[in-house]
Structures are given as structure tokens and as C-alpha cells.
């Protein structure tokens, strides 16, 4: 897994350094990954969501500082809302409100620091998820706090085929990603052997169906991972660092957003 650069990690920061970065003369901008441990198929990791979030967002930190930020990225919150996957072994899941309060918590100890933006940057997109993320923020001033999350119409458009389909739960997308970030989370051996399925999580959640075996995806994936390869992944995760910067640039102010074209 790449590693976060340590001038962008938060926790290797001492307190003195931290305190440095807070009362200089660029704004601090303070990255969360969020995830969640739950089962990506026969090939892939149960920490995959995390993974995708710490990937985009070192990328993404990338933009910022270009823009004149100091982007960190904060310790990942590795659980989430995981009951969709319920049937299988390793999905481990907390409560919406559990997961709220948690975010919630975690983002006003930054501000009470000092951080002028938290962004809280979620790639687990069971809806209580989202909602869960969502409803942290709720508390706080506008240009505070954002959410980067590609389960929106204005971000998913940018995504692969297979994303927009909603077929897309450990398959290409996912996999090609973890392929190139993460590639000791992939198991090669079995990705390749695996058929493609055409469930798309997005249509059968929208029938209020949001157990996987009942939506069909009796081994925990949709999608084709055996056409996952990395250099897809890199284009993917470019995207979702664009996604990042750009909702904390809009959030802090108009006129501050890359292109996203």
C-alpha cells in the first residue's frame, strides 16, 4: 500500500509541528477517510472501502497544496454501516448514530484546534452509510466541514461504466483501484476466475431490497473484477481526488474549484 507523504500525514505531526502548521499563513485542511470492514467478494480485502478513501485522499492532498493549502490526512475511520453484507463472514458494522456521533466528534476536536476545513471523504455507499456521514456535518458553520462521496449524480457521472451501472461492488472499478494502491489486498489467483455479475446494487436498492443474497450476490460482488487491471485504478482514483479537492475548495469558497471536466 503507498504510503501517506509524511509532511501530509497527520498523525506523524508532533504536537509542536501541528501547532506550527495551524498559525502559519496557509489554510489547513484536514482529510477523513472513512470506510468500513465488509465483505468485497472471494478476491478482494474486507477493509477495501478504506482503502479507496486513503487513496484518493493522498491524491487529492496533492491538489490542495498546489492551490496554496496544507492538506493532512487524518487516521482513517475503518468501520462503518454494514448490514447489506450481513450474511457473510467479516462484515462488521456499528449503527448509523453510533457512526454519527463518532464523525461528528472527530470533526469538532479538529476545529477546536484550530483546522479551518474537515473533509470527511466516504467510498462505503450503503445509503445509512451516507446518510450516517452526512448527518455529522449537520452541526457545524457553512464552509467548515464538506463530504466528497461519488455516490452523487455530479461525481458518478465522471466514474467508470461499470460504476454508473451500479453494478459495481468489488468489480472492475473497485478492484482496478485496489490494484493499483493496494495490491496486497487483491487476490490474483482468484480475481481472474471470477465470472462477471450483473446485479446493479443502485437498481435493486432503489426496489428497497439491500440484502445481498437477496439482490443476487451470493458470492458478496457485482461487477467484473477479472477486467479490473491498474491502470484503470490510477484513472479512477484521479477522479475521486478531483472529487475531493473540489468539494473542499467550493465549500470554502467560490472560485476555488479545479476543473472537473
Known sequence: MEIIPDSHDLSRHTMKEFAALLEGDRLVVVMVPVGA?????????????????LGAAIRAAVILEDEGMAPLIAPSVPYGVTESAAAFKGAVSVSPDALTRYLHDIISSLINDGVQHVCLVNNHLEPEQIAAVKNATNAFEPGRV?????????????????????????????????????????????RQKLPGVSVSLS????????????????????????????RHGRDQLEKLATMIAT???????????PSTS
Open 37 to 53: 470492514v465488509e465483505p468485497h467478494g472471494p478476491h478482494l480485502g474486507l477493509g477495501t472501502d478504506e482503502v479507496i478513501s
Open 247 to 257: 468539494e473542499v475548495l467550493e465549500a470554502i469558497g467560490p472560485g476555488r474549484s
Open 203 to 230: 437498481e435493486r436498492l432503489g426496489r428497497g431490497v439491500t440484502d445481498f443474497i437477496e439482490m443476487g450476490l451470493t458470492e458478496a460482488y457485482s461487477g467484473d473484477p477479472s477486467r479490473a487491471n491498474a
Open 146 to 190: 464538506s463530504v466528497a462521496c461519488p455516490v452523487t449524480k455530479r461525481w458518478a457521472r465522471t466514474l467508470s461504466e461499470e460504476f454508473k451501472s451500479g453494478a459495481c461492488h468489488a468489480g472492475e472499478y473497485e478492484t482496478s483501484i485496489v490494484m493499483e494502491f493496494a495490491p496486497g489486498f487483491v487476490r490474483e489467483d482468484v
